[in-house]
């Protein structure tokens, strides 16, 4: 069983790793601390008890079942139609008309070349996230842990309960499948 000792020193020593690879998974710094507290919390009080030899493995599950319910929600939220109260000023002016404000605004040539490099961008990104998404559960997760979260391979068995050499297959595998599946959507790295 782990001392209170224990769990504190493990919830202080995976923090900053945990919110980096929460900040790279929802794109939210505010979203991804409140995700990795919500796991924490959830450690402390249904896990408590168990040894520590068990916790890297408990917490990287509950963190990423935290981070899957985060995305549900903002599924469900984003949803729902838009209120045009939402596009207003910050300082709630009354005089404030959506259909005016985005009328008189003209692009320049600029903005436009700098707006389709961020789309463009934004895109691949995206394209990365679903092919991440796409690789099995223990690629991604292995992938994740050692390259997202800078985990080192012995680090990475622990946490996932298996071998180094298991670390190395899986990780080399994803790498692959990524590579591969990105060359067709025609990414080259």
Not at 88 to 99: T, Y
Not at 135 to 163: H, I, K, N
């Amino acid at each position: 069983m782990a001392t209170e000792q224990e769990l504190s020193d493990f919830l202080q020593g995976i923090e900053k790793r945990a919110f980096k690879r929460t900040v790279y998974a929802v794109r939210d710094e505010d979203a991804a601390l409140d995700i990795v507290q919500d796991a924490m919390i959830r450690l402390a009080q249904r896990y408590g008890d168990r040894p520590a030899a068990e916790l890297p493995l408990l917490f990287q599950r509950i963190l990423g079942n935290a981070t899957m319910d985060w995305f549900r929600h903002q599924k469900v939220r984003n949803a729902v139609v838009r209120n045009f109260s939402d596009f207003e000023p910050a300082g709630g002016d009354e005089n404030f008309d959506l259909l005016e404000h985005l009328s008189s605004q003209s692009p320049n040539g600029d903005a436009a070349e700098g707006a389709d490099a961020g789309a463009a961008r934004a895109q691949t990104l995206l394209l990365i996230e679903e092919e991440v998404a796409r690789l099995p559960a223990r690629q991604r997760e292995a992938f994740l842990m050692r390259y997202w979260e800078e985990m080192d391979v012995a680090e990475t068995a622990a946490a996932m309960g298996c071998s180094e050499g298991s670390v190395k297959t899986h990780c080399s595998r994803a790498v692959h499948a990524l590579a591969k599946a990105l060359q067709a959507k025609g990414i080259s790295l």
